[in-house]
């Protein structure tokens, strides 16, 4: 099982990133697949969900309205569109999958599977 995390970089202040989350040797099917970001200094926390296409996704209020999270079943692949970044947004990207209860998908610790991690660096 593994999850591959990319497409982060460098971006300034406004700019847009999107983020791919690719797994092999699981399916997504019925598992929440989510976004979670650690800054330096600071906790893993959460930032967007889904569980399956066509399924109201789950938003952090930091990033509700900029960010949108979709599914693409056929390739097994979640994306984050990162858009109107801000400085505030720099961190390491995580994606992760599970079968949390659905009050728990905003911990990481409900969380089985995770990927690599990928640098978001917004400069002002």
């Known amino acids: 099982v593994q999850l591959q995390a990319s497409g982060g970089g460098l971006v300034q202040d406004g700019g847009f990133l999107r983020l791919s989350c690719a797994a092999s040797g699981l399916s997504f099917s019925n598992r929440y697949i989510t976004w979670f970001r650690q800054a330096p200094g600071k906790e893993r926390e959460f930032v967007a969900s889904?569980?399956?296409?066509?399924?109201?996704?789950y938003y952090a209020d930091s990033v509700k309205g900029r960010f949108t999270i979709s599914i693409n079943n056929a390739k097994n692949t979640v994306y984050l569109q990162m858009n109107s970044l801000n400085p505030e947004d720099t961190a390491v990207y995580y994606c992760?999958?599970?079968?949390?209860?659905?009050?728990?998908?905003?911990?990481?610790?409900?969380?089985?599977?995770w990927g690599q991690g990928t640098l978001v660096t917004v400069s002002s």
């Open positions: 889904i569980i399956r296409f066509g399924l109201t996704p």
């Open positions: 992760a999958t599970g079968s949390p209860v659905s009050s728990n998908k905003y911990f990481p610790s409900a969380y089985g599977y």
